[in-house]
């Protein structure tokens, strides 16, 4: 698509549900990331893949966070028995790749999932 | 581990004025990337500059420049003209160039920019 779209914009659970986040990148990006923003702070990493493996999740909190990306296109996160600490907005980017250099590859951003955990 | 520190949380600046915002960062890498995002209302991050640690020319894109000073690691943004539409937070952003380590952006907690008539 022209953009990366994030779906639900909004979500409102309650603690100890599942709840899953969806990202669908820009098409062709192989690159896709995961980021939480909690209310008045900076983005933080949670997870990288490059095409459908991760290539990096050592920013997942905690074994209740997991995120697949199966075909290497559109990615769902994954967040098990939700507790209040995890409200936050959910960001998904992605960019056209790695390798040497690519480090100044734009990320492109979607406009994020707002998870509210009652 | 790579740390970004934006000291202001909030500015402010007059419309048609000039701003500058302020970043540093914690490295022992020398080849490294550095951005500053813009994030309105709406929630998307959009890339306003980005400048190339091996570069020692300042990135400029129209109004917004950069004064990246390595050896202070020092990465601050200039508005110049600053226009209404430029009220947002703006988050300063580090990202390795090494191959393997360069998949993350490391973010600052952001300043919030208002514009006033």
């Known amino acids: 698509g022209a953009g990366v779209s994030q779906t639900p914009s909004n979500k409102v659970t309650e603690k100890g549900k599942y709840v899953e986040l969806r990202c669908d990148p820009i098409?062709?990006?192989?690159?896709l990331y995961w980021y939480r923003q909690s209310l008045g702070q900076g983005p933080e990493f949670l997870i990288y893949?490059?095409?459908?493996?991760?290539?990096?999740d050592s920013g997942l909190p905690n074994d209740r966070f997991f995120a697949v990306r199966p075909e290497g296109s559109v990615s769902t996160l994954k967040i098990q028995r939700t507790e209040r600490g995890d409200s936050a907005v959910y960001l998904c980017?992605?960019?056209?790749?790695?390798?040497?250099?690519?480090?100044?590859?734009?990320?492109?951003f979607g406009a994020g999932s707002r998870l509210t955990v009652l | 581990a790579q740390t970004v520190t934006q000291s202001q949380p909030e500015m402010s600046v007059q419309e048609a004025e000039t701003v500058t915002l302020s970043c540093t960062y914690d490295?022992?890498?020398?080849?490294?990337?550095l951005f500053w995002y813009k994030q309105p209302p709406s929630r998307q991050m959009i890339l306003v500059i980005r400048q190339e640690a091996y570069k020692q020319q300042n990135a400029t894109e129209n109004r917004f420049s950069v004064n990246f000073q390595k050896a202070a690691k020092s990465f601050s943004l200039k508005i110049s003209d600053s226009q209404l539409g430029d009220a947002a937070m703006y988050f300063c952003a580090y990202r390795s160039a090494s191959t393997g380590t360069a998949s993350k952006l490391t973010f600052g907690t952001g300043t919030r920019l208002q514009v006033t008539l």
């Open positions: 098409s062709g990006h192989t690159a």
């Open positions: 893949f490059q095409g459908t493996g991760a290539a990096d």
């Open positions: 980017a992605s960019s056209p790749g790695t390798g040497v250099r690519s480090g100044a590859n734009v990320l492109t």
């Open positions: 490295t022992s890498e020398s080849d490294y990337y």
